[in-house]
């Protein structure tokens, strides 16, 4: 044993498995695993992962609630900026990993590793963001990922755990299921293709409820900070909205985008409570902002989006287009009533001293009190002005 410390984020399946073992024993590092919640485990959960990590020989093994952080750091504004990758995705593994990764990075240094890994392949999304997080917080740190640099097979990864004196549950679950607090991911078969959906057996979440139900969310300068008039932290009325909404198969669709490596993917995804949250707080955005807000914000919210997706949450321009996006919610404020159905929710309506739909200043196709009909005679005509002139110049042949 060399002693070096290495920091391996760890998830318990055979291919972390396999990492603690060759790490330890074929690389001769202090192997120090780490498991980030956010939001996606329970307390029986951490518990098994953890008796998992000591089992296989882990110097020490650490669990790092990042729920909270996870909502203030990147949920929050994804809520701001109504993100959903072309407009389907709320993003739901992609800003947890970037979570994940900076929380690791973190906890290198703390305890002064000489090395982190992690167990993803070279296929995918996660190995381009988990690898340039740790080049941006510890470029003096090495990076190790055997399951990509080893190109294993399945049978492979097992054959080595068993020559090691380890036995793990060999068989593959169907479908890959990933929980956070911002929705679950769903991957199979189908979603390889591009044709077929996943089958009622893949999502995680059966239908159980067919009676609609009439919900209240209270936001205030954007979050969300009650559920039925009783006042919760954002991270629990996310959570309890997704318990009452995802019963009925709202929230549940499929995304299809470019990866950052290049391709097209394709994955499932059950969110009931983000999708609702984003609609809700989108409908209370277009009585409270003005039109340019809502212009400029959908601009700089969609690049937010896509630069988060792809990992790049150091960028300090994340940082400025956080504070446009937190300046804007000033006014954010009020009541959304929402419809819930089977496979689909309807926002009724809003209720909030900001409305600018105030009927003290008329009501549309109605009445007006703020303006008179030669004031919109006038208007439209200088409205107007330099369109009548183009034409003027441009058409007088045909007079």
Known sequence: MNNKKIVLAFSGGLDTSFCVI???????????????????????EIKIIEEKAYALGVASHTTIDETDDYYNDSVKYLIFGNVLKNATYPLSVSAERVCQATAIANYAKKIGAQAVAHGSTGAGNDQVRFDMIFNILVPNVEIITPI??????????????????????????????????????????????????LPEEAWPTPITKSTSETIEITFEKGEPVALNGKKLKPTEVIQQLQDMAQPFGIGR?????????????RVGFEAAGPIILVKAHHTLEKHTLTKWQLSWKEQLASFYGNYLHEGQFHDPVMRDMEAFLSSTQQTVSGKVIVELHPHRFVVIG????????????GSYGEMNNAWTGEDV????????????????VNNQDQE
Do not use: P
């Open 377 to 392: 005679k006038g208007f439209s005509k200088i409205f107007g002005n330099q369109v009548m002139i183009w034409h003027k």
């Open 148 to 197: 990509r640099d080893l190109k294993l097979s399945r049978e492979e990864e097992i054959a080595f755990l068993q020559k090691h004196g380890v036995e793990i549950n060999a068989e593959k679950a169907k479908y890959s299921i990933n929980k956070g607090l911002w929705g679950t991911s769903v991957g199979g078969k189908e979603t390889l293709t591009s044709h077929q959906y």
């Open 350 to 361: 809003i209720e909030s001293e900001h409305d600018l739909m105030s009927n003290k200043f």
């Open 253 to 265: 669709d499929i995304h299809v985008g470019d990866t950052i490596i290049g391709i097209k993917g």
């Open 22 to 44: 060759y790490l330890k024993e074929e690389l001769g590092y202090e192997v120090h695993s780490v498991v980030v919640n956010t939001g996606g485990f329970d307390a029986e």
